[in-house]
């Protein structure tokens, strides 16, 4: 693998955390050539890597068809390319792949690299089961939140190349009408705390605990599926099978009993707390720490100590 | 317009996984098979947009004879027709190619996919054939109106969503609130029995050679803390994990 290119977005002009590892993990393919394709402001100006990152600046905005990815096609056109999961970069991904007739494989936990074959860990089933595979031809591949990278090495930061910009082609079939980002709230699939409630919470004039307890860690909220569906929280918090799939450092699983759709959306998060006045319910067998309580007693008494200690 | 929904017959959310230790693949004994709950929120709004507005509907499913049953569900439902291609496709790319030379023998205005499969998780077959087709592609797509000859959508994006208005054709990985799961009807079971289910064979091969399967285990550390011990929570987390 002689060129490898990865396609990260930025926030606030920084790469995230997983992405600017994912940079220190292409190292170990000793490639000649690193490609960063940056989607967003560039606001930093070296990344730890083995050899000078050359860094595309690509503007956001409607990348939803064949014609409008042309300039990025281009640029990545001979190179290796890895992103780390999200809407975004799963969607360019596999319309770049397909565009160019390349092979995509997505959801894994682990790639090496050897004699021009790729050894692939893809998880599958939400985390439940994982499948073992070797490929000669895929060259997209979308590495998953939790991708283990702490056998990385520690490499020096080198200055960035800056090489161009670039946007979406004009003649896109597509316009935007309206867009309605979260502000306020930390976004779900990037935290690294969350706190979750469900049905447990009994009316949604009952989640200022929820929010409180939330707020004194400095995490996101999330909810289980017949709370989003009843309209006691947002639709983008409800977390399961057919909702968003986390994996945080922290999972707190308020009022909610653990029902096996529940847990897929859960299963990757390191550590998980599950507090349901219930003894008996599925989620304390999935648990890390259970409390057998009341959420009204016990989360106003978790923030207090957060606040005080 | 013709509306071409694309399913995946996959294990009930429920099922407990096993690996038949004799191919080291999940073993499909003992499992129930549902249409994947995303690719069934697919196909419930194009069954309204098809009595709202008139539209031909078309299920695509690639796998084998077992999955007839499902299909001739989705026929219940109000699908007008299906196409089954036959086979044991191993990878995402391997359905897309399938879908992609089903679609350019037989043009369509919208095709519509659930946002993954929630065997494969892959979340890209849509993607693929959007991009191998040069077909507009939105996912994860919450609302779908028809207005015109465009299509007016709600997107979900990293952080936020948007709305979109887009021309046809698209390609669209659809996940709740698009619509409501279906349940059929009487008239629309008897009415299936008698629709056609086309059986194409898979002509695509895999790329992927998969070598295992292997269940994960997630070992938790299962401790209880006393109600009235409550805040010793956050001094076990501070202590014992580095989460906080
Ligand atoms: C195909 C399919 C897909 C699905 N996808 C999802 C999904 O993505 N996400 C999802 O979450 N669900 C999903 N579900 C629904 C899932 O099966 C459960 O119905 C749902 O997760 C239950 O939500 P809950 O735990 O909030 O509610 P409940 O099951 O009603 O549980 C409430 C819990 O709160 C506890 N409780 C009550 N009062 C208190 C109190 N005062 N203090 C503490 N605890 C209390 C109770 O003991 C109980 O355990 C799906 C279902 C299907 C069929
Ligand atoms: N075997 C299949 N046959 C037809 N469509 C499929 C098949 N597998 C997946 N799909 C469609 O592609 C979507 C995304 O699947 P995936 O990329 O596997 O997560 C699913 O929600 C289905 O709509």
Same mark, same amino acid.
């Given at each position: 693998?002689?060129?490898?290119?990865?396609?990260? @977005?930025?926030?606030?002009?920084?790469?995230?955390?997983?992405? $600017?590892?994912?940079?220190?993990?292409?190292?170990?393919?000793?490639?000649?050539?690193?490609?960063?394709?940056?989607?967003?402001?560039?606001?930093?100006?070296?990344?730890?890597?083995?050899?000078?990152?050359?860094?595309? @600046?690509?503007?956001?905005?409607?990348?939803?068809?064949?014609?409008?990815?042309?300039?990025?096609?281009?640029?990545?056109?001979?190179?290796?390319?890895?992103?780390? +999961?999200?809407?975004?970069?799963?969607?360019?991904?596999?319309?770049?792949?397909?565009?160019?007739? @390349?092979?995509?494989?997505?959801? #894994?936990? =682990? *790639?090496?690299?050897?004699?021009?074959?790729?050894?692939?860990?893809?998880?599958?089933?939400?985390?439940?089961?994982? %499948?073992?595979?070797?490929?000669?031809?895929?060259?997209?591949?979308?590495?998953?939140? $939790?991708?283990?990278?702490?056998?990385?090495?520690?490499?020096?930061?080198?200055? *960035?190349?800056?090489?161009?910009?670039?946007?979406?082609?004009?003649?896109?079939?597509?316009?935007?009408?309206?867009? +309605?980002?979260?502000?306020?709230?930390?976004? %779900?699939?990037?935290?690294?705390?969350?706190?979750?409630?469900?049905?447990?919470? +009994?009316?949604?004039?009952?989640?200022? #605990?929820?929010?409180?307890?939330?707020?004194?860690?400095?995490?996101?909220?999330?909810?289980?599926?017949?709370?989003?569906?009843? $309209?006691?929280?947002? =639709? =983008?918090?409800?977390?399961?099978?057919?909702?968003?799939? #986390?994996?945080?450092?922290?999972?707190?699983?308020?009022?909610?009993?653990?029902?096996?759709?529940?847990?897929?959306?859960?299963?990757?998060?390191? #550590?998980?707390?599950?507090?349901?006045?219930?003894?008996?319910?599925?989620?304390? +067998? =999935?648990?890390?720490?259970?409390?057998?309580?009341?959420?009204?007693?016990?989360?106003?008494?978790?923030?207090?100590?957060? @606040?005080?200690? | 317009?013709?509306?071409?929904?694309?399913?995946?017959?996959?294990?009930?959310?429920?099922?407990?996984?096993?690996?038949?230790?004799?191919?080291?693949?999940?073993?499909?004994?003992?499992?129930?098979?549902?249409?994947?709950?995303?690719?069934?929120?697919?196909?419930?709004?194009?069954?309204?947009?098809?009595?709202?507005?008139?539209?031909?509907?078309?299920?695509?499913?690639?796998?084998?004879?077992?999955?007839?049953?499902?299909?001739?569900?989705?026929?219940?439902?109000?699908?007008?027709?299906?196409?089954? /291609?036959?086979?044991?496709?191993?990878?995402?790319?391997?359905?897309?190619?399938?879908?992609?030379?089903?679609?350019?023998?037989?043009?369509?205005?919208?095709?519509?996919? !659930?946002?993954?499969?929630?065997?494969?998780?892959?979340?890209?077959?849509?993607?693929? /054939?959007?991009?191998?087709? !040069?077909?507009?592609?939105?996912?994860?797509?919450?609302?779908?109106?028809?207005?015109?000859?465009?299509?007016?959508?709600?997107?979900?994006?990293?952080?936020?969503?948007?709305?979109?208005?887009?021309?046809?054709?698209?390609?669209?990985?659809?996940?709740?609130?698009?619509?409501?799961?279906?349940?059929?009807?009487?008239?629309?079971?008897?009415?299936?029995?008698?629709?056609?289910? /086309?059986?194409?064979?898979?002509?695509?091969?895999?790329?992927?050679?998969?070598?295992?399967?292997?269940?994960?285990?997630?070992?938790?550390?299962?401790?209880?803390?006393?109600?009235?011990?409550?805040?010793?929570?956050?001094?076990?987390?501070?202590?014992?994990?580095?989460?906080?």
């Amino acid at each position: 693998m002689e060129k490898v290119a990865i396609i990260a @977005q930025t926030k606030e002009g920084q790469l995230s955390d997983a992405s $600017n590892q994912l940079i220190s993990f292409l190292s170990t393919f000793s490639p000649k050539r690193i490609l960063l394709l940056a989607i967003g402001e560039v606001k930093f100006s070296s990344l730890p890597s083995s050899l000078p990152v050359e860094v595309i @600046q690509v503007s956001d905005g409607l990348w939803a068809d064949s014609a409008t990815i042309q300039p990025l096609m281009k640029l990545v056109d001979g190179f290796t390319v890895f992103g780390i +999961k999200s809407i975004q970069v799963d969607n360019l991904l596999s319309l770049l792949a397909a565009s160019s007739s @390349q092979e995509m494989i997505s959801g #894994i936990q =682990h *790639i090496t690299f050897s004699n021009g074959k790729f050894t692939i860990t893809k998880s599958i089933f939400s985390g439940k089961a994982s %499948l073992a595979l070797t490929t000669e031809t895929a060259s997209y591949f979308s590495l998953n939140r $939790n991708f283990d990278f702490s056998n990385n090495e520690e490499l020096k930061n080198q200055p *960035i190349v800056p090489t161009s910009t670039t946007g979406p082609s004009t003649g896109s079939n597509a316009t935007i009408i309206s867009l +309605k980002p979260i502000t306020g709230a930390i976004p %779900l699939p990037d935290a690294a705390l969350v706190v979750g409630a469900g049905r447990g919470l +009994k009316d949604p004039g009952n989640w200022a #605990i929820v929010e409180d307890l939330a707020k004194a860690l400095g995490a996101a909220t999330a909810c289980s599926k017949p709370v989003s569906d009843l $309209n006691w929280r947002p =639709h =983008h918090e409800h977390v399961g099978q057919t909702g968003v799939k #986390i994996s945080p450092n922290l999972y707190i699983a308020c009022g909610i009993s653990g029902a096996i759709q529940h847990l897929a959306g859960v299963n990757g998060s390191r #550590i998980v707390v599950v507090i349901n006045n219930d003894p008996e319910a599925p989620f304390f +067998k =999935h648990a890390d720490y259970g409390i057998v309580g009341d959420v009204n007693e016990i989360l106003p008494r978790l923030t207090k100590k957060l @606040q005080t200690h | 317009m013709k509306i071409l929904v694309c399913i995946s017959c996959v294990p009930d959310t429920t099922s407990k996984i096993v690996i038949d230790p004799s191919t080291s693949q999940i073993s499909s004994q003992g499992l129930t098979f549902i249409v994947g709950p995303y690719d069934d929120y697919a196909l419930s709004r194009a069954i309204e947009l098809k009595e709202s507005n008139g539209a031909e509907v078309i299920v695509l499913h690639v796998g084998g004879s077992e999955s007839e049953a499902l299909i001739r569900k989705c026929l219940a439902l109000g699908a007008d027709s299906a196409v089954r /291609v036959d086979g044991n496709p191993t990878s995402s790319s391997q359905i897309a190619t399938a879908i992609i030379s089903y679609v350019k023998q037989n043009p369509v205005d919208l095709i519509l996919m !659930g946002k993954e499969s929630i065997d494969y998780n892959s979340g890209i077959v849509h993607g693929l /054939v959007a991009g191998a087709l !040069g077909y507009t592609h939105f996912n994860p797509v919450m609302h779908l109106d028809i207005e015109g000859d465009r299509l007016k959508l709600e997107v979900e994006m990293d952080g936020g969503k948007m709305e979109v208005s887009c021309s046809l054709p698209a390609v669209l990985g659809c996940q709740e609130p698009i619509a409501e799961w279906k349940i059929p009807s009487m008239r629309g079971i008897m009415t299936a029995r008698t629709k056609e289910i /086309v059986v194409l064979p898979l002509e695509s091969a895999s790329q992927i050679n998969i070598i295992k399967a292997d269940i994960a285990e997630t070992a938790r550390k299962n401790k209880m803390i006393m109600a009235e011990d409550a805040e010793q929570l956050i001094d076990l987390l501070r202590t014992e994990t580095n989460v906080l």
